[in-house]
């Protein structure tokens, strides 16, 4: 059961609504909805993927963050040039904790910013002779990287330099791969086209460079990790499990994943999709192009990593089938002790959430199994397929925002009293003044990993932390506070 009833939920939709000029509230109406989990079609209860409004407060990213941020930056053997201005690339650098083995400056720099830190004179003249010498000069003070990415900032397509060019004869002079990636902040309505952009230079640049080659040895159990960026150590949890039941990972991409790796994807006999936003159009690429399936996959609390590594199994024999009930028996009693330890703590507790990426909806399993309820959940930057997922798993009559505007996560908050927020960082400290327990769901809030048998004991053990910390009980949330009246000094 839902905490609110349809009819409640609906008249807190028109109640929120009703701050807006006519104009705004009917667009904001379609991006505000009443789940209903028997409706086949999200586009049938609400709209997304859609210009954010302006002169209000939208927490969505750019394209440059889509693919800098996102895809390409925790590829950790590349070295991938911020071109323009280096704020980007600065706030870009190191944010999402994409944990990696290696030695920075060494063989690996995703935590670096290596920018052409544009300046007035490169936008009057160009900066593609810039970027060359910046090319040259990371060949020489960085011999060891194995590829070059450049990433486009705004001011590069408004001023035309012509990255293409400078990447090709780069990329004889240096005798390494250089890909020019088109992901201009301005482009699009969100980072989800960064996505895909960063997604077609990989096909155009980078996958087709082994076709042919017969020095990768391949077997029956390859498979490849798509689309974990390694949070806080969150890809390294679910690899345990995939080689645990039997598979060989050869890739995983891009949290803690090189060149070599993405190379060798299209060897694979099986793709295993975590975040469907961010690398389905690469999936549907190579599914089409060299024939490997991919299946996506869950793997936030005990309940859907179970059913996650059956359904993986199920393409592989029975070797693999056995090796994936060996793994769920395994860790059973472990997760047992962990619900067993928490839930009663937690039982009943609240939440919502907003995110990006797939965690609107992957996570709602693993707070469920704490005996939590997720009464609402949005994405910065879905899309029609991630809410046709999401219905499925909210209950009935729950709230679903899309792009969520400050002001409404607000009221929602106020009206709906959730026991825990989770959300990202620009939320966190807006919400913790009101008294409510917020947790980072972008980044784990300097914690993790939350994938995995290993990560859910972490979560479990986070919320508890966080619902439990004695502050909230000395702040006293707004919509506690009695008016009172401020008197106007009186005129001497």
């Given amino acids: 059961m839902s905490v609110l009833t349809r009819e409640e939920t609906?008249?807190?939709?028109?109640?929120?609504?009703?701050?807006?000029?006519?104009?705004?509230?009917?667009d904001r109406a379609k991006h505000l909805a009443v789940n209903d989990p028997s409706v086949e079609q999200s586009k049938k209860c609400i709209t997304s993927n859609r210009k954010s409004l302006p002169g209000v407060m939208t927490i969505r990213?750019?394209?440059?963050?889509?693919?800098k941020g996102v895809v390409w930056g925790p590829v950790k053997d590349m070295i991938h040039i911020s071109h323009g201005p280096v704020g980007c690339g600065q706030y870009s650098r190191a944010g999402r904790r994409n944990y990696y083995v290696g030695v920075t400056g060494i063989n690996s720099f995703g935590t670096m910013n290596f920018t052409s830190d544009f300046q007035e004179k490169d936008i009057v003249f160009g900066g593609d002779k810039k970027l060359a010498k910046l090319i040259n000069e990371v060949e020489q003070l960085f011999p060891l990287h194995k590829g070059i990415t450049v990433q486009s900032e705004c001011p590069i397509g408004l001023i035309g330099d012509d990255i293409e060019a400078v990447s090709k004869k780069g990329a004889k002079d240096i005798e390494k791969p250089i890909v020019p990636v088109r992901c201009e902040g301005f482009r699009g309505v969100s980072q989800s086209l960064g996505h895909?952009?960063?997604?077609?230079?990989?096909?155009?640049?980078?996958?087709?460079?082994?076709?042919?080659?017969t020095a990768f040895e391949s077997t029956?159990?390859?498979?490849?990790?798509i689309g974990d960026y390694n949070i806080g150590g969150d890809a390294w949890a679910s690899r345990i499990l995939l080689e645990e039941m039997g598979l060989r990972v050869i890739a995983?991409?891009?949290?803690?994943?090189?060149?070599?790796?993405?190379?060798?994807?299209?060897k694979a006999k099986l793709n295993l999709l975590h975040c469907y936003r961010s690398m389905n159009y690469i999936s549907r690429h190579m599914e089409e192009k060299y024939g490997i399936p991919y299946i996506?996959?869950?793997?936030?609390?005990?309940?859907?990593?179970?059913?996650?590594?059956?359904?993986?199994?199920?393409?592989?024999?029975?070797?693999?089938?056995?090796?994936?009930?060996?793994?769920?028996?395994?860790?059973?009693?472990?997760?047992q002790a962990v619900?067993?330890?928490?839930?009663?703590?937690?039982q009943g507790k609240k939440v919502m959430l907003y995110v990006g990426g797939l965690r609107p909806r992957h996570v709602i399993g693993a707070y469920e199994d704490l005996g939590m309820e997720v009464v609402g959940t949005g994405y910065e930057f879905g899309h029609g397929d991630d809410y046709d997922r999401t219905i499925k798993e909210m209950g009935n009559a729950t709230l679903l925002y899309d792009d969520i505007t400050g002001f409404e996560f607000e009221e929602f908050v106020k009206k709906v009293k959730?026991?825990?927020?989770?959300?990202?960082?620009?939320?966190?400290?807006v919400f913790q003044k009101m008294g409510i327990p917020l947790r980072q769901m972008h980044s784990w809030d300097y914690s993790g990993p939350y994938h995995g048998y290993d990560g859910f004991a972490i979560f479990a053990r986070d919320m508890d932390m966080a619902l439990s910390n004695p502050c909230w009980s000395k702040i006293t949330p707004p919509w506690k506070k009695k008016d009172e009246a401020t008197e106007l000094p009186k005129a001497a």
């Fill in 252 to 266: 995983q991409w891009s949290g803690d994943g090189t060149l070599a790796e993405m190379e060798n994807t299209p």
């Fill in 418 to 429: 959730p026991d825990l927020v989770g959300s990202g960082i620009k939320e966190k400290y």
């Fill in 10 to 26: 609906e008249a807190l939709i028109q109640e929120v609504l009703e701050v807006y000029p006519d104009k705004a509230k009917k």
């Fill in 220 to 225: 029956p159990y390859d498979v490849t990790i």
């Fill in 196 to 213: 895909h952009i960063a997604n077609d230079a990989v096909r155009d640049w980078v996958l087709g460079n082994r076709d042919g080659s």
């Fill in 339 to 346: 619900i067993d330890k928490y839930k009663p703590r937690l």
């Fill in 61 to 67: 990213g750019c394209a440059y963050a889509g693919s």
């Fill in 296 to 335: 996506e996959y869950n793997f936030f609390g005990p309940t859907k990593i179970a059913e996650a590594l059956r359904n993986i199994a199920a393409f592989f024999d029975d070797h693999i089938k056995e090796g994936a009930e060996r793994v769920i028996a395994k860790y059973q009693p472990m997760m």
